[in-house]
T-cell receptor, first 113, second 109 residues
Framework: DTEVTQTPKHLVMGMTNKKSLKCEQH?????MYWYKQKAKKPPELMFV???????INESVPSRFSPECPNSSLLNLHLHALQPEDSALYLC????????????FGDGTRLSIL | QKEVEQNSGPLSVPEGAIASLNCTYS??????FFWYRQYSGKSPELIMS????GDKEDGRFTAQLNKASQYVSLLIRDSQPSDSATYLC?????????FGTGTRLTIIP
């Protein structure tokens, strides 16, 4: 069982829809991350939150909007996505940013019609 | 461009043998190194962390780090069919975790 919980597990949405991915951890970690993983590729970093503040945005298109309401929660708001955005979206957390291992949730498999 | 390189495989190893997975990295300032296991359709699972030169053992797994050669490896002893997965090497630098492309390991019964 993972200690990082992501919902939903699967999401199918049209290009005009708005949806949100949610991530929760109760390990007291102060760093949280969003990654995107395409089939047969490694995870690619999208966003890093450190102490609830956005510290890294890897030039992600504005149709992806992250939010960190508190130290345990991380959201990814989706709007006007493209078919190429279909992927596995992974949330991870670590005690702090830098040198600490990151623990991943089970991911949300997103399909854009 | 900071790079982490792995042989993509597939690497086939008989059950009970030692599987050896290798990784090289380009950023000499990297301080933290991790191995993740990822089953098909699942998320990456942390199996080893290593921070200093030498060997670190955890059960059937041994991670080896050589910072001078910029080389990290993972040995799996007494390989089991359940070890069949993709193994991702990950290197931390500038607060970002960079993954290698992964090595697909198949354990043959």
């Amino acid at each position: 069982d993972t200690e990082v919980t992501q919902t939903p597990k699967h999401l199918v949405m049209g290009m005009t829809n708005k949806k949100s991915l949610k991530c929760e951890q109760h390990m007291g970690h102060r760093a949280m991350y969003w990654y995107k993983q395409k089939a047969k590729k490694p995870p690619e970093l999208m966003f890093v939150y450190s102490y609830e503040k956005l510290s890294i945005n890897e030039s992600v298109p504005s149709r992806f909007s992250p939010e960190c309401p508190n130290s345990s929660l991380l959201n990814l708001h989706l709007h006007a996505l493209q078919p190429e955005d279909s992927a596995l979206y992974l949330c991870a957390s670590s005690q702090v940013v830098s040198n600490q291992p990151q623990h991943f949730g089970d991911g949300t498999r997103l399909s854009i019609l | 461009q900071k790079e982490v390189e792995q042989n993509s495989g597939p690497l086939s190893v008989p059950e009970g043998a030692i599987a050896s997975l290798n990784c090289t990295y380009s950023d000499r300032g990297s301080q933290s190194f991790f191995w993740y296991r990822q089953y098909s359709g699942k998320s990456p699972e942390l199996i080893m962390s290593i921070y200093s030169n030498g060997d670190k053992e955890d059960g059937r797994f041994t991670a080896q780090l050589n910072k001078a050669s910029q080389y990290v490896s993972l040995l799996i002893r007494d390989s089991q069919p359940s070890d069949s997965a993709t193994y991702l090497c990950a290197v931390m630098g500038n607060e970002k975790l960079t993954f290698g492309t992964g090595t697909r390991l198949t354990i043959i019964p």
